[in-house]
């Protein structure tokens, strides 16, 4: 028999929502030693980005592959500059933290275990939710519906009673499309407008 749905829950994404993505670094260093790109989305796609962050692809192949592109004898810089890329949202995480004293907070994001066990370690990113789950360990990534089954499975989701906020209109409509509520963030002032409008406290 399944557990009864515990009540209004807030699900966050990590990327450009509690933390922003700096690539800047790793772009140039790349286009240092030779690498032409045409930004992030170019690298992501050649050292198969998807493919680590959908778990087919671990932390130490995904690494190999960013040292090739810049030659031989680069893999320590690929993993700092690979690592290094992640701007601190306060006003979020403090969002966060104050939506978990009265409500269930989760995160879920698409991550592969390199930058999943960095955000661990550096920003404490667990301490701020009850639970998470990221796409590497779900062996599927937003904003396939899988995952989201997985969550609601994971979390004890009422969908009815479950807002998502994310950077990308595409995940909305796919927790959309389940029952949930969604919040496209761009600022933390027009979320926190958001959530109060859906029902939320945030103070």
Do not use: C
């Not at 789950?133 to 989201?148: D, R, T, V």
């Amino acid at each position: 028999m399944s557990r009864a749905p515990r009540g209004p829950t807030v699900v966050f994404d990590i990327g450009w929502v509690l933390l922003h993505l700096t690539p800047g670094p790793m772009l140039n260093w790349l286009s240092g030693a030779g690498v032409s790109h045409d930004g992030l989305e170019d690298i992501s796609a050649r050292i198969a980005l998807e493919d680590h962050e959908s778990g087919r692809l671990d932390g130490a192949g995904l690494l190999d592959n960013l040292a090739r592109l810049a030659g031989d004898g680069q893999l320590e810089l690929a993993q700092r500059y690979w690592l290094d890329m992640f701007d601190y949202q306060h006003d979020m995480f403090a969002l966060a933290r104050r939506l978990r004293q009265r409500y269930r907070v989760f995160l879920l994001s698409n991550v592969g275990d390199l930058h999943w066990a960095h955000l661990n370690e550096r920003f404490r990113i667990a301490d701020i939710a009850d639970d998470m789950l990221p796409s590497f360990q779900a062996g599927i990534m937003k904003p396939h519906a899988e995952i989201y089954r997985q969550a609601e499975q994971r979390f004890d989701l009422d969908p009815a009673q479950t807002v998502f906020i994310d950077d990308r209109a595409d995940n909305i409509e796919a927790v959309q499309r389940r029952g949930w509520h969604g919040i496209v963030h761009r600022t933390s002032s027009a979320t926190i407008a958001e959530l109060q409008r859906l029902g939320y406290r945030t103070d």
